[in-house]
């Protein structure tokens, strides 16, 4: 059973328009939010992260929007550039999980110039 | 900056062999944790650690085990390795507060033959 899911496994983007990555959760315990980005060859990278107490929080061309009614997140990259080709991971936890952080699916993020 | 190394980058064995990985980082985290990542399943969580000598399964040990006998290191063990053991291998720290980002190396490709 998903606890976290990434529906799209590959999403296109124009050089320059918004790419919009998307992450669905179903434990209601998950207090904190995170993206990820990884090259081939490489280990995930930290991007950006939400406490569940806010609903959006931003980092130069990064804002990720926590919706906790609907369950749903999302990563907003404006302008897309070719260098953010790369796959990107939702990852959630709950307060007390040690840490422990459940990892969407991936999502493939091409951007043309 | 976190670093977080794995010893090798690429590693090539034979069915059968004692496999050992090992991830050091350099930020004196409490929790450690090792991650299995193959195409289309995301980043599984097969083993971590919150303290020195503590550690706990995570969603897929078998196969697996782990030492953590210095915060700074924490090794994955292949008992008998097989060939679906083939895949990469990641290793991650985090301070104990779960709000913090785990943070990465860069990663083992393990093939097992």
């Known amino acids: 059973d998903q606890q976290v899911k990434q529906n799209s496994p590959s999403l296109s983007v124009q050089e320059g328009r918004i790419s919009i990555l998307n992450c669905d959760y179903t434990n209601s315990m998950f207090d904190y939010f995170l993206w990820y980005k990884k090259y081939p060859a490489e280990g995930p990278t930290f991007l950006i992260s939400i406490s569940s107490i806010k609903d959006k929080n931003e980092d130069g061309r990064f804002t990720v929007f926590l919706n906790k009614s609907a369950k749903h997140l999302s990563l907003h990259i404006v302008p897309s550039q070719p260098g953010d080709s790369a796959v990107y991971f939702c990852a959630a936890s709950a307060g007390g999980s040690q840490g422990n952080l459940i990892f969407g699916k991936g999502t493939k993020l091409s951007v043309k110039p | 900056d976190v670093k977080v190394t794995q010893s090798s980058r690429y590693l090539v064995k034979r069915t059968g062999e004692k496999v050992f990985l090992e991830c050091v980082q350099d930020?004196?985290?409490?929790?450690m944790f090792w991650y299995r990542q193959d195409p289309g399943l995301g980043l599984r969580l097969i083993y971590f650690?919150?303290?020195?000598?503590?550690?706990e399964k995570g969603d897929i040990p078998e196969g697996y085990s782990v030492s953590r006998e210095k915060k700074e290191r924490f090794s994955l063990i292949l008992e008998s390795a097989s060939t679906n053991q083939t895949s990469m291998y990641l290793c991650?720290?985090?301070?104990?507060?779960?709000?913090?980002?785990?943070?990465f190396g860069d990663g083992t490709r393990l093939s097992i033959l």
């Open positions: 930020m004196d985290h409490e929790n």
């Open positions: 991650a720290s985090s301070p104990w507060r779960n709000d913090q980002p785990q943070h």
């Open positions: 650690s919150y303290d020195v000598k503590m550690k």
